[in-house]
């Protein structure tokens, strides 16, 4: 889970028209989740060409490669701490980083949702957790 500081916190602060773009997002991190549960952590292999995003393409390298949650959630930290970005693409890197810890730590797809849909803001989580189970 990642460590809170106040500059965090600050860099995550981004527009709710963005924020929408989190539900599809987390969806695709859901899929990787029920691979990877159903066939394997190695079966993610194929979706690596697919995977645009090249913290994502980290991540589910490290994951298949077998890097212990400890040791993962370390590297994906650095990778966020190094960002010098804010907004809606610090936001998606926090949602990839917890989204890949859960899926090292193959959590139910649900799980996976729920640790999520806090990046949504309170007022919001209920109505993408309805959008997610769709």
Do not use: H
Request: glycine letters at 6%; aromatic letters at 6%.
């Amino acid at each position: 889970m990642i460590q809170w500081n106040a500059d965090l916190a600050r860099r995550l602060q981004c527009r709710d028209e963005d924020k929408k773009e989190l539900a599809p997002f987390i969806k695709r991190l859901m899929e990787l989740d029920r691979k990877a549960r159903n066939e394997g952590f190695l079966s993610l292999e194929s979706e690596l060409a697919s995977i645009d995003d090249p913290l994502l393409a980290v991540g589910v390298r490290l994951v298949m490669e077998g890097v212990s949650g400890e040791a993962l959630e370390e590297i994906l930290a650095t990778y966020l701490l190094i960002e010098e970005r804010s907004g809606w693409p610090f936001l998606k890197s926090c949602v990839t980083i917890e989204g890949l810890l859960a899926l090292a730590e193959s959590d139910d797809p649900a799980l996976m949702a729920r640790k999520l849909l806090p990046y949504f803001g309170a007022d919001k989580a209920l109505a993408a957790l309805e959008e997610l189970e769709r």
